[in-house]
């Protein structure tokens, strides 16, 4: 399990992060010096401005743009960032967020990072300076800045949609590494032997296939081909990925082992999105390349149409909602109570769903 936050514990965590003052203290200036270092850094001399920013930089501070305005600590604003809401499995945890979060009459405000550490670390400095009462990330991977400013502010932090071993605060998802690794299992199992991978560059993607690719790697087995795509998936990248590939279909099946013996099956592409794998499924449709007969497809996500594609798809289902629901309940608990709140480190776990695409074995000639 995730080991807790070394650099702040959970019960020492709060809305009451580095100040001002505390700026001012360790610089060895006044707290107006600061304040103009921020907002008149042409009123500074260059001595003193490089000083006080280089402990701005150490410290993580974020100015409080509303402090004025506050009667109290509390902002009544939860932040969520989301790589995309076009998946419609990350438009599931935003909704479950924000209804959670409004029963408990907390507003929602909705960045969108592209899957880009840099993007979500312009994103947070923005939003921190809103001062939140917490905020919900999708994934671990983070620019260092970014951690830093989270610890040094002490708004409490739920990473969703992953796991680590060093969480910022607290943390509700899964293990892409095991979902790599079960998957190709459970394909091997089934009698796949020839491979290839369809992804875009997600960091969180690339680390279930290759993850897919070491389990593989126990078996003697190299996939054929990995097309990586750059950006979001879409299903144009899905179609082209199968048309990157199709001299692969020349090739004779590999014959399955084991207990399949006397036993084929077709090439498969096994696509970290959903997306990706529809893009296959149509492409492979406009060119009479029946599935599974030709080739076998696998997605990833489960989003609302992979049951009913034709062929209906085989693919990874995690419930997005469920995410949701436990990252906004383990928000509201460390609001409720900054001090007594236990951490938290929930692996939501996944499930492997088998349908048509990945279809029955074949004869053999």
């Excluded at 419609?88 to 969108?112: E, H, M, S």
């Excluded at 498969?268 to 492979?284: K, Q, W």
């Excluded at 390349?289 to 209906?312: E, Q, S």
């Excluded at 001090?339 to 053999?364: C, E, H, I, W, Y």
Aim: hydrophobic letters at 40%; proline letters at 6%.
């Amino acid at each position: 399990m995730p080991k807790p936050d070394k650099a702040r514990p959970a019960s020492a965590r709060s809305t009451h992060g580095v100040t001002l003052f505390d700026v001012a203290k360790l610089a060895g200036v006044a707290p107006i010096t600061v304040s103009r270092v921020m907002n008149q850094p042409d009123q500074v001399k260059e001595s003193t401005l490089l000083k006080v920013r280089r402990v701005i930089e150490e410290t993580g501070y974020v100015r409080n743009q509303i402090a004025g305005s506050l009667a109290s600590n509390r902002t009544r604003l939860v932040a969520v960032v989301v790589p995309m809401l076009t998946n419609p499995i990350f438009a599931d945890t935003f909704q479950a967020i924000a209804a959670r979060l409004a029963q408990a009459n907390y507003q929602v405000l909705l960045g969108i990072s592209g899957y880009q550490a840099a993007q979500e670390q312009e994103l947070l400095e923005v939003v921190l300076s809103r001062r939140p009462d917490g905020i919900i990330l999708t994934g671990t991977i983070h620019t260092e800045v970014s951690r830093k400013r989270l610890r040094a502010t002490g708004v409490p932090v739920v990473e969703t949609w992953d796991m680590t071993d060093d969480p910022i605060d607290m943390l509700v998802g899964f293990s892409h590494e095991t979902i790599g690794q079960r998957e190709a299992q459970h394909l091997l199992a089934q009698g796949y032997r020839d491979f290839v991978l369809i992804e875009v560059d997600d960091p969180r993607g690339m680390r279930r296939s290759n993850s897919f690719i070491r389990q593989l790697a126990l078996r003697g087995i190299t996939p054929l081909d990995r097309q990586t795509f750059k950006g979001l998936p879409t299903l144009e990248q899905g179609r082209q990925g199968l048309v990157n590939v199709l001299p692969l279909l020349q090739r004779p099946p590999a014959r399955a082992l084991d207990h399949s013996q006397g036993m084929t099956r077709p090439l498969i592409l096994v696509c970290t999105s959903d997306t990706l794998a529809h893009g296959v499924l149509t492409e492979a449709a406009s060119r009479g390349i029946a599935i599974p007969d030709h080739i076998a497809v696998m997605g990833f996500g489960d989003m609302n149409f992979a049951a009913h594609t034709f062929p209906a798809l085989s693919t990874v289902k995690i419930n997005g909602a469920y995410i949701g629901q436990q990252a906004a309940a383990a928000l509201l608990a460390r609001l409720k109570d900054p001090n007594g709140a236990q951490p938290v480190a929930m692996d939501v776990g996944f499930t492997l769903v088998d349908r048509d695409s990945t279809g029955p074995l074949l004869d053999g000639q």
